[in-house]
């Protein structure tokens, strides 16, 4: 499994623009194959900032959905409300360790 964390600034007075266009990318992302958890946050503390967190499958995932079509797009309008230089990203390899229904008792 493949957890991504990413972190970036829009310019101010931008979110809301960024928020109508991200809003198709999430939900054609989530239907893209390997793609288990796929959201973008605002954060709360100013009006600026962004977390998205997805996971995924497998790499081979990743790397069909930085190459789709609807991605493609939402970066390219993206780009331009980007702060220069906020862009920040982590990717972690994860495997399930245990799976369950209600409550754990650790």
Known sequence: MII?????SVKPGLRNELL????????????EEGNISYTHYPSVEDDTGM????????A???????RAEHYLAFSQK???MLQE????????????????????TW
């Open 60 to 66: 081979q995932d990743v790397e069909a959905h930085i």
């Open 4 to 8: 991504c964390e990413v972190y970036y």
């Open 51 to 58: 977390f998205v967190f997805e996971v995924w499958r497998r």
């Open 85 to 104: 230089g906020t862009y920040k990203f982590r990717t972690y390899e994860a495997a399930i360790v245990g799976e369950g229904d209600g409550i754990p």
């Open 20 to 31: 109508e266009i991200v809003e198709a990318n999430v939900r054609e992302t989530r239907k």
């Open 78 to 80: 993206r780009k331009p």
